[in-house]
């Protein structure tokens, strides 16, 4: 144990600890750690990246020694530049769970030689601590959804299915903390093993506000003498191939409802409260088709209206939004008996099934039904319950195609807002 000086003339006492790593062709990296006795940290992270690639070795060692040494099943390239990140984490149990945070951090750039020695000194986390592998190097992307269950518990979704298990480490920074936990399995979907403020000052619209923004929506349709209603007689909807895949090999061909994100009005009663699965009902006027083409992925699948909508249905106002020119309205569809129906009927406006101005029921002279939207607005439907495609496909009420993929190629995990300076469809 050794001692320092600070600038207020006060002595700390100063731990160190020494870990030697070794890569499988013998190379070593001897670090030595120096840090304040006031940083009790139970678990020291390091990590390894490598500046050619950005790849990185991460390693987790309790701190129950001083003195620590690993065999590393990776080569350290002499060629190549790497960084040495240092992090102290203290363990925190909570009532709903177990995170680290991070205490102190450090970190030192090194060109790798047959034998390395180290010293890093770890300083408090402030506000500009980085967290780990920020770099600007292009990194894989996981498409993240963040959803909160009011007032202060937030969940992390990933609409993936992995093979074999993996280990995903989540770092989350808050204000100048950083916290960390560890997910192993083959998909993630949990929550936060803390509470959080809530990152919004949003409070959700009441009834009476989700009917103001209704009649703005009724206001914009009566531009016209009568509503754009054409017959429609399948939902639709896009997602990648690694998504359907998972459904049909992990999930028994069962698309599960997922937690509506934040996407349109930001005060939604619908936003990380209620679950459904997205569907379009727009066609182009002129060929009474979907486009060719769609901003959520390459694999379409279709389902027939009536098999989701139909009189065992109630149907619910959620919002009436634009992002840039086009106005979209969302409309939840849930079966009668469905436990999700008390929750819209406090908080929607219930519309009739037969008679509204989006999507309705039209009976036809030999009592057929048909399904009928509006053409004048994106009306998008937000289905509550699990639509099984291995049974749509095999009993042709359903099927699939590709189409061509623009933009993105995947909805923005976390929904993108409604367009705050429109005159149309702002309260």
């Not at 670090?31 to 991460?58: A, G």
């Not at 007032?151 to 280990?167: A, C, H, I, Q, R």
């Not at 359907?244 to 409260?273: A, C, H, T, W």
Request: with cysteine.
């Amino acid at each position: 144990m050794a001692a320092f000086q600070d600038d207020s003339g006060q002595i700390d006492a100063l731990c160190s600890c020494s870990i030697k790593l070794k890569d499988k062709d013998s190379n070593k990296i001897d670090i030595r750690i120096h840090y304040p006795l006031c940083y009790v940290f139970d678990i020291i992270y390091i990590i390894i990246e490598d500046k050619s690639d950005s790849s990185s070795t991460n390693i987790f060692l309790k701190c129950n020694r001083g003195e620590f040494t690993i065999s590393m099943r990776t080569t350290f390239n002499q060629d190549n530049n790497f960084v040495v990140y240092v992090y102290g984490l203290k363990t925190n149990h909570t009532s709903i769970g177990l995170y680290n945070r991070v205490l102190c951090h450090g970190n030192k750039e090194i060109k790798c030689s047959e034998e390395i020695k180290l010293n890093i000194s770890l300083e408090e986390c402030d506000e500009d601590v980085h967290l780990p592998l920020s770099s600007s190097a292009p990194q894989g992307v996981l498409p993240v959804t963040v959803n909160r269950e009011p007032p202060s518990v937030y969940w992390l979704d990933v609409n993936n299915m992995y093979l074999p298990d993996k280990n995903f480490i989540v770092f989350i920074k808050v204000k100048n903390q950083i916290r960390c936990y560890i997910i192993n399995g083959r998909c993630v979907n949990m929550a936060f093993p803390f509470e959080l403020p809530s990152a919004s000052s949003v409070s959700f619209l009441s009834l009476l506000d989700t009917c103001r923004l209704f009649n703005l929506a009724i206001t914009f349709g009566t531009r016209k003498v009568t509503p754009n209603m054409r017959p429609i007689q399948y939902f639709y909807r896009n997602k990648s191939k690694e998504y359907f895949d998972m459904i049909m090999k992990q999930l028994n061909g069962q698309m599960r409802p997922y937690l509506k994100s934040n996407g349109g009005e930001q005060g939604s009663v619908v936003n990380g409260r209620l679950f459904g699965l997205f569907f379009s009902t727009y066609i182009d006027t002129k060929t009474n088709m979907p486009d060719s083409y769609s901003h959520f992925g390459p694999i379409r699948l279709y389902i027939q209206c009536l098999e989701m909508f139909n009189p065992e249905c109630n149907l619910y106002f959620a919002d009436f939004y634009c992002h840039d020119k086009r106005h979209h309205v969302t409309v939840i569809v849930v079966p009668k008996f469905s436990m999700d129906n008390e929750f819209c009927r406090q908080y929607l406006k219930v519309l009739n099934v037969f008679h509204n101005p989006y999507l309705c029921l039209r009976v036809q002279y030999n009592g057929a039904l048909t399904v009928m939207a509006n053409m004048d607005v994106t009306v998008e439907v937000f289905y509550t319950e699990t639509v099984n495609v291995r049974r749509a496909l095999e009993f042709k009420y359903g099927f699939i195609e590709k189409t061509k993929t623009i933009g993105r190629g995947y909805a923005h995990p976390s929904g993108i807002p409604k367009n705050p300076s429109c005159s149309i469809c702002n309260l």
